[in-house]
């Protein structure tokens, strides 16, 4: 996958083994530099996801980089592009010692104690080392690493195979130089993905319709839904006359909303705002705010576009007084949906009644009346809100239009689901 696809690595410890000795010329090197970035640039790095860690060796073995180090992908890169080439002999073998003792050790940052996470050492070399590797590989390998060896120009390929974990063809590399050391860096992305059917695996935010590609995927949506600007979720008012619709929102201003919730209740509106055509054909929407009293804050029609209604929903002040839900519901059935505050004859009547208490006063007639009167009414309840009087706001199927959550601030989630809701039944 190209840098930006999603591949999702298995959490993973990777400690990259570089060889900077005699042989290798600075600008070699900078080649594996770029090489080692590549790589890191596709992969999920963070303290719970995949940790890097960079030994450079020649006749001595230095770590540029532990496991424990600070792990955002800028951090990493700087990191990388920091590292000086030691210029000496070329001790592989200490290197994989080292890497055994200290790089991947719990004190340094690794995690090894978990099953699930991977070891995996790559190791990059253009010579013949001056210590054996046979042993110290089979001890590293024993010890849980991955070993991949890849081996530049006059490399002895022997010692390559001595190093890398079974099967060798998997983990044995050769390029003829370092100037196309790069075309290593697609395998490497490859072998640290652990998925290539992220929808299979639900590895994906879309909405409704995932689709794969390999290492990466898009979204679609269903039939008589369209895809929004943000490739993820869909909408489904997606126009036509068939989709006029005259909503209107009820909405709890009692003083146990509390300010700070009452700008989540205002974001919830303008979320299902967002989804309405709206126009003089399509839909029209309406705000009723009620507390002890009730307030009409706009009617029907009053504002033509998405921009002014979500204007005026930020602009609402908040009553900060009793729960008349009743009185709201009689509002919402002899005012609201009249004529005269810009209800249209013959276009379908949605209601949202929004509240976080139970209701001082009787609900039942005006709860009846409104169904009966033939308007689709969608219940929502926050905290200390009574599912029964919910369910008896709420039209058949009952299910299906009422909706509760403890805390404010998963809203936003009914806000989806009600998106979804009012547009299917148009």
């Not at 039942?364 to 905290?383: E, P």
């Amino acid at each position: 996958p190209s840098p930006g696809t999603l591949c999702r690595t298995k959490p993973t410890d990777l400690v990259f083994i570089i060889d900077s000795s005699r042989s290798v010329r600075p600008h070699e090197f900078e080649k594996i530099k770029v090489f080692v970035s590549r790589v890191i640039e596709v992969l999920d790095v963070g303290p719970n996801a995949t940790r890097v860690g960079v030994i450079n060796y020649a006749s001595a073995v230095r770590s540029e980089l532990a496991l424990q180090s600070p792990q955002s992908k800028a951090a990493l890169l700087q990191a990388v592009r920091r590292i000086q080439p030691l210029s000496t002999g070329t001790m592989t073998g200490l290197a994989i010692q080292f890497a055994i003792n200290r790089a991947f050790s719990a004190a340094e940052g690794g995690r090894g104690s978990a099953p699930n996470f991977r070891k995996v050492a790559i190791v990059v070399t253009d010579g013949r080392p001056q210590d054996g590797v046979q042993d110290v590989s089979a001890r590293a390998r024993a010890a849980g690493i991955e070993i991949f060896a890849i081996g530049v120009g006059r490399v002895d390929m022997g010692t390559l195979r001595q190093m890398a974990s079974e099967p060798l063809d998997e983990h044995v590399d050769y390029v003829e130089s370092y100037s196309v050391i790069e075309k290593l860096t697609h395998k490497f992305q490859e072998a640290f993905c652990v998925v290539s059917d992220l929808c299979a695996t639900g590895d994906h935010d879309c909405e409704q319709v995932c689709v794969s590609t390999p290492g990466a995927y898009r979204c679609a949506c269903r039939d008589g839904f369209s895809l929004n600007s943000d490739g993820k979720t869909c909408m489904a008012c997606n126009g036509g006359l068939g989709s006029a619709l005259d909503l209107v929102f009820l909405i709890d201003g009692s003083k146990s909303v509390r300010p700070e919730n009452f700008e989540l209740v205002k974001k919830f509106i303008n979320q299902i705002v967002d989804s309405l055509e709206v126009s003089d054909k399509q839909a029209q929407v309406g705000l009723v705010q009620y507390s002890s009293s009730v307030r009409q804050e706009f009617p029907l029609g009053q504002f033509k576009n998405k921009k002014d209604i979500k204007a005026a929903v930020k602009k609402m002040s908040y009553m900060e007084k009793g729960t008349m839900t009743g009185q709201a519901l009689k509002y919402l059935v002899d005012s609201s949906f009249s004529a005269i505050n810009g209800a249209r004859p013959g276009v379908p009547k949605v209601g949202i009644v929004f509240t976080d208490g139970r209701s001082q006063d009787y609900i039942s007639d005006a709860a009846k009346k409104a169904k009966d009167a033939g308007f689709r009414m969608f219940a929502v309840g926050v905290g200390n809100a009574v599912e029964d009087e919910l369910r008896e706001i709420a039209s058949e199927p009952v299910a299906e239009h009422y909706f509760y959550t403890a805390d404010f601030r998963t809203i936003s989630k009914i806000g989806k689901k009600l998106q979804m809701r009012i547009c299917v039944g148009e």
